[in-house]
């Protein structure tokens, strides 16, 4: 069975991120012909970058390395629930990308975004990010508003639409990474 990682883009204390992750978790394990899990990259403890070698060289030397690649290495795809930090991604989740390379090869990915635009600025970075990545980015996605799917910018509240965009991103996400599985 196809595994999806939810990945977790925010460790700021008090964030919005793990409310929309564990809303988008809770659409998706609805679906019972695929796995989801929810990846917190807070869970990992992830310094800034400290490996001596670029990551596609894949010589990782970090137990903490070792570990994140392992986790991302055993996922098929994944959902990006992305805050916008200054018109783009955080600079936690970037460096938790940064970390590691060919684990993320040849998958898919999809976005759930939130900010005062949506987070729209945010997921167009990480469509450039996913490209070097070598991860087909599907087009449909999620886009939240702080002001009207937060109460006070920091209480959850989706308007009941959003469920469908995350149904049709995941149809497009499974999908694609049933198809690059392949390629593996
Ligand atoms: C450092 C920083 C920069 C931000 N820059 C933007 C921005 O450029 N555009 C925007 O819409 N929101 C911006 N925001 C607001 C965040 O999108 C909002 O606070 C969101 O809840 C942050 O996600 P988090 O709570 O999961 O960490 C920024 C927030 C922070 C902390």
């Known amino acids: 069975m196809l595994k999806i990682g939810i990945i977790v883009g925010s460790t700021r204390p008090g964030r919005n991120a793990s409310a929309v992750a564990q809303w988008v978790n809770d659409i998706a394990i609805k679906r019972t ?17 400290d490996e001596p070698y670029p ?3 894949a010589q990782y030397t970090k137990d903490h390395t070792k570990i994140w690649a392992k986790k991302i290495n055993t996922l098929d795809g ?20 940064d970390f590691i390379y060919a684990e993320w090869n040849n998958k898919a990915a999809g976005f759930v975004s939130y900010g005062s635009a949506s987070g729209t600025r945010a997921v167009e970075h990480l469509r450039q990010i996913m490209a070097e990545l070598q991860v087909a980015d599907v087009r449909a996605q999620v886009m ?21 965009s995350v149904n049709a991103m995941l149809d497009q996400v499974i999908a694609w990474s049933g198809a690059l599985k392949t390629l593996r």
């Open 55 to 57: 990551p596609a060289m």
């Open 78 to 97: 994944f959902v990006f629930v992305t805050p916008e930090y200054n018109h783009s991604v955080s600079a936690a989740l970037k460096n938790a990308i």
């Open 144 to 164: 939240l508003s702080l002001f009207t799917d937060f109460e006070n910018f920091s209480e959850f509240k989706p308007d009941a639409r959003h469920e469908e």
């Open 33 to 49: 012909d695929v796995d989801f899990e929810l990846v917190d990259i807070a869970d990992y403890d992830l310094p800034l970058l």
